[in-house]
């Protein structure tokens, strides 16, 4: 059967001159100034309105949030220098979407009261009073220094184009540019009879411009209907995973092996004066050393994603919440390494490119309660992530905390497969 499939396609890019990189940075600026201003009108909002942490975030129409168009306007006024109209329209009108999620989130978990715990600390040590701007997820300035900018262009009749590995995007109406070009490294070619959808243009601290290509083609996927290999995995904090097999994932700790170096890095850098060449220099060292650590992530997660797809019909996950792990003190660094998440990610469309199944079994299957022989639940192991090794009290079979749940995972798969049959 064929089907249209969208897939991002990330390439390096150069752009063609200098005055292509400026206009690429203004665009990034307009994104981010027009961000800030949505979050200027909040803050203002809820001071005068006297807001109390718990409180849901008002919508846009009851805070009056002036259009973008006369954020700009006010913009322009007060500067009196027109770069927001020089600039792409869609960097300055993604800042309203991008502003619109980020008050979703907050009202997601504003109920929760929570504060950030830096804020926390600081009020312990410098007896700061805690605002509501110090609540976890409030939507917050983004800084001109922050190590990556980004902004987002769409595709409308032809706008984008690629002509011998030169990407094309479109300028402003009253840009005095005439065209912005960036040289891709072009390491792979895009799939066969790929349409542009839109394309993030960004830039790293280490000054390197990449392009995200969002690209949709047609591709034909034989769905597999009786999927014969089925594996469960299940996250551990300390394999990465564990399969149903019995096998461990066994993650190299990237972040942990560069974490001494990056260490002694970081303290020269902090000892240079900012701004200086020196510093400068030093800067680029940190920033290369961080890009290589996020690169080796990706790559492994990547090889093994690409592994388990093209070994297994299906694969069955646990759909946790990776964030509330990645809260726990203990855990966070390691969590952060390992980019379980993402690993989702891959897993699944690389799954679904060969026509195989990707499953994600619901929050509240207790993979890690059940007895895998006997299917009776062992509330013991609840929330006590330190018994690694149980015998249930009924069968008296003796489990490993971690491939037992694997394997309640792939047996919630298979049974998925069955009534999905039932049904069809
Ligand atoms: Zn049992």
Redesign the pocket.
Known sequence: METIVQRGYVYAAMPASKEVETYLRQCFGAARKLYNLHVAHLYDYLEKNDYQPGERLPSMKKMQMPSVSTFKKQCVDEHGFPYLYLVDAFASNEAKQHFQKAISAFNKIAYKKQFKKSALQRQKTLRTELTFRDLQGMPRFHSKKGSKASYTTFNQNGTISIREGVLYLPTAQKSPMNEVALTLNMHRPLPKGSSIKNVTVSVNAQGKFYVSLCVAFPKEIALIKQPKQILGIDYSQSHFFVDSEGKKANYPQYYRQAEERLANEQRLLSRRVKGSNRWEKQRLVVARLQTKVANQRKDWLHKKSYALARRYDMVVVEDIDLRSLSQNKRYAKNQQDNGFGTFRLYLQYKLEDRGRRFVKAPKQFPSTQL??????KNTLLKGDVGIRYWK??????AHDRDINAAFNLKQYGERHLHESHISA
């Open positions: 007895c895998s022989c006997c299917g009776c249930c009290p009924s069968c008296e079979v």
